[in-house]
């Protein structure tokens, strides 16, 4: 399984996809232990039709609130989550959960985006822009969750 501590960003987009392919070929499961793990907590957390194994909010929530605190610390990031609020939102508006936060909405979009390269589907220029400015975010983001989780496991080591 993908590690959460190396890349938290990619292992939500990573818990996602296997939900997705979960609920198209649960028979899949069968003889693989992670994915039999997750499909046991897809029908534990009652998300076989839609939704998000905790194991994924979890995830997403410690993200939101790293993102949270750096936004209140860094101005760089600040400027940079304001500047792409706006295409968020409108991505938002078009869900039928608008009120995410923009940090699930950055998920939502490379999922979204990753989907339709799948389906071989075009892809905007003006998304393809937005998906730079979200994946740069969420690298951001991700690589100071790890160097924080890093930092930690040296205290602990420390002690």
Partial sequence: MKNKKE??????LYLWQLEDYLRAFPEQAEGNDELADILRMMHADDVMDGGHIQLAQIALKELEMLSDDIYNQEATYRAAMIRITPALNMLKARTDRP????IEACLV???????????KRPVSAETQEVQQQATGLLQYLSKTYYLQDQLEDDDETSL
């Fill in 7 to 12: 890349n938290i960003a990619e292992y939500i």
């Fill in 109 to 119: 979009l490379l999922y979204q985006i990753m989907m339709l390269r799948l389906q």
């Fill in 99 to 102: 009120t995410m936060s923009n």
